[in-house]
Nanobody
């Protein structure tokens, strides 16, 4: 599994971004795919996860109702649509894969992308 993500950028508070996660090897539809972020000086935080088969979605309380995770198996891509962005959303965002979504939107994944910077600032 070789995860490649894109879409990180500098955006103003209240703005939107969409992150994409693709795999250049195996198909992503066999895996649960999640997004994890790490802000400077803080531990990694699970943001969201989408399961493999049913496509159940899970969100951290801090992003619920603002972020939406989705998958397009035909394009072998998972997306994280981020709306109403806040300065506290600033972090390096990683997509990650595992056989199942971690308990309580955790960070226990087997495969990781390289990370992309999201900065929310005016």
């Amino acid at each position: 599994v070789q995860l490649v993500e894109s879409g990180g950028d500098l955006v103003q508070p209240g703005g939107s971004l969409r992150l994409s996660c693709e795999d250049s090897g195996l198909t992503l539809d066999y895996y649960a795919i999640g997004w994890v972020r790490q802000a400077p000086g803080k531990e990694r935080e699970g943001v969201s996860c989408i399961s493999a088969s049913v496509g159940s979605t899970y969100y951290a309380d801090s992003v619920k109702d603002r972020f939406t995770i989705s998958r397009d198996n035909a394009k072998n891509t998972v997306y994280l649509q981020m709306n109403s962005l806040k300065p506290e959303d600033t972090a390096v965002y990683y997509c990650a894969a595992a056989w199942g979504c971690p308990y309580d939107v955790g960070t226990d994944y087997d495969f990781w992308s390289q990370g992309t910077q999201v900065t929310v600032s005016s």
